[in-house]
T-cell receptor, first 112, second 114 residues
Framework: EAGVTQSPTHLIKTRGQQVTLRCSPI?????VYWYQQALGLGLQFLLW???????NRGNFPPRFSGRQFPNYSSELNVNALELEDSALYLC???????????FGAGTRLSVL | GDSVTQMEGPVTLSEEAFLTINCTYT??????LFWYVQYPGEGLQLLLK?????DKGSNKGFEATYRKETTSFHLEKGSVQVSDSAVYFC?????????????FGKGMKLTVNP
């Protein structure tokens, strides 16, 4: 069974640009979570999607947004990139029965 | 809100040494507790979990017991190996609003030398 897949693995952008990150959950998982792992800040919850709807978001500005598609894959969009957005962005899908989140390998975003 | 406090390290041990990583939490309700491990250049992997008081999670020689009275979930391993070198995160699932989002500690980097 395939795990959570994320693309791309690495991205380099400049300030002010926009970026889209993609995540495919494990088959059968309907919930997708996004987390940011920035240097010195640890892992912070960004967004939760379930059954195609945004259900909860962390303490991030509105320029962080996303969506979940009918096949439960998800995109994370970040507009007007700032230097401090440089981080590893991790996606996880949840096995609802076992309440376990499985993580992808992440997308490393560098903002110059 | 819910929070997790864990030893941050970094910690360096010799192979076959005993490992303890302390983790305490603050939460409303009865969260599930987790230990995740992150190997260099990779995402997070679930190491073990516990869902209620006195549950013991175990995997790959690692163990942790859900202690409600001390709000703790300390990770232990009797004999570490070089391959255990990684960053270890303690986490709880925040049940507010049904999100079950994970709240993480800051992580502890472990290096095991041969």
């Amino acid at each position: 069974e395939a795990g959570v897949t994320q693309s791309p693995t690495h991205l380099i952008k400049t300030r002010g640009q926009q970026v889209t990150l993609r995540c495919s959950p494990i088959s059968g998982h309907t919930s997708v979570y996004w987390y940011q792992q920035a240097l010195g800040l640890g892992l912070q919850f960004l967004l939760w999607y379930d059954e195609g709807e945004e259900r909860n978001r962390g303490n991030f500005p509105p320029r962080f947004s996303g969506r979940q598609f009918p096949n439960y894959s998800s995109e994370l969009n970040v507009n007007a990139l700032e230097l401090e957005d440089s981080a590893l962005y991790l996606c996880a899908s949840r096995n609802r029965d076992k309440n376990i989140q499985y993580f992808g390998a992440g997308t490393r975003l560098s903002v110059l | 809100g819910d929070s997790v406090t864990q030893m941050e390290g970094p910690v360096t041990l010799s192979e076959e040494a005993f490992l303890t990583i302390n983790c305490t939490y603050t939460a409303t309700g009865y969260p599930s507790l987790f230990w995740y491990v992150q190997y260099p250049g990779e995402g997070l992997q679930l190491l073990l979990k516990a869902t209620k008081a006195d549950d013991k999670g175990s995997n790959k020689g690692f163990e942790a017991t859900y202690r409600k009275e001390t709000t703790s979930f300390h990770l232990e391993k009797g004999s570490v190996q070089v391959s255990d070198s990684a960053v270890y995160f303690c986490a709880l699932s925040d049940q507010l609003g049904g999100s079950e989002k994970l709240v993480f500690g800051k992580g502890m980097k472990l290096t095991v030398n041969p």
